[in-house]
């Protein structure tokens, strides 16, 4: 079913206006790829984050592709998430387990979700050894290099996005912020997410209602808000 827009806070947004985020919604983030970033529970967002789409008019997503030689790539000597502390790579803040190879089965985006080319903006992220980004909206950590993502909400005149995607405390929570600081209204739907760390949701959540984040339980409000328009 396709819905004309959302009342949020006594407002009406038109569909038109509304575009959807699966961010990061790979193999490589769930307990398919346990030698990688398992997130408990990641494989199973695939209902709600389409859900979250039924909502909008246009459908955008990220993906992590990292080269095999990436220099955030733990060892024993540098284990995951000791800090780089290289003046040289000042976008390489800690170091991560291998994950998200291109081509790879944890790259692959999670069994039920559109093919990567179904999506009006499908943004590649990660692909820089040198860099390791979170945030779908940019290129580098430092935010200096926009992969085109803000630019093409507004031209498409989007100014709603709901979101999901994985992990709700970094790669997700940092497109959020990038999104809030362009200036759109942001939902997030945490049926549609789960968390690296799990003792990080509450913290997260506190963190983007602050900023002003429409946070819902799952896609059920989101229907409310729709039949309320």
């Not at 790829?33 to 997130?39: A, R, S, W």
């Not at 992590?64 to 284990?79: G, K, S, V």
């Amino acid at each position: 079913m396709e819905y004309t827009g959302l009342t949020i806070s006594n407002k009406f947004h038109p569909r038109d206006e509304i575009a959807s985020l699966h961010v990061d919604a790979q193999n490589t983030f769930t307990e398919l790829c346990n030698d990688e970033l398992p997130v408990k529970g990641g494989h199973e967002i695939v209902g709600e984050l389409n859900k979250n789409a039924t909502f909008a008019s246009i459908h955008t997503a990220s993906g992590d592709e990292h080269h095999e030689n990436a220099l955030h790539i733990a060892t024993p000597e540098h284990p995951q998430l000791t800090p780089v502390n290289d003046p040289e790579h000042p976008d390489l803040d800690v170091f991560w387990k291998w994950h998200g190879q291109y081509k790879t089965y944890g790259w692959e985006l999670l069994d039920g979700l559109p093919d990567r080319d179904k999506y009006d903006l499908f943004i590649r992220k990660g692909m820089d050894p040198r860099v390791h980004p979170y945030g779908a909206c940019y290129h580098d950590r430092l935010e200096t290099i926009s992969t085109g993502l803000i630019e093409y909400y507004n031209y498409m005149k989007i100014r709603v996005i709901i979101a999901g995607g994985l992990a709700g405390d970094y790669c997700l929570r940092t497109s959020i912020k990038q999104l809030v600081k362009a200036e759109f209204l942001v939902i997030l739907n945490l049926a549609s997410t789960r968390f690296l760390e799990p003792k990080n949701k509450d913290a997260v959540c506190k963190e983007l209602k602050d900023l002003g984040v429409i946070i819902v339980k799952d896609s059920t409000e989101l229907k409310k808000m729709a039949e309320a328009s």
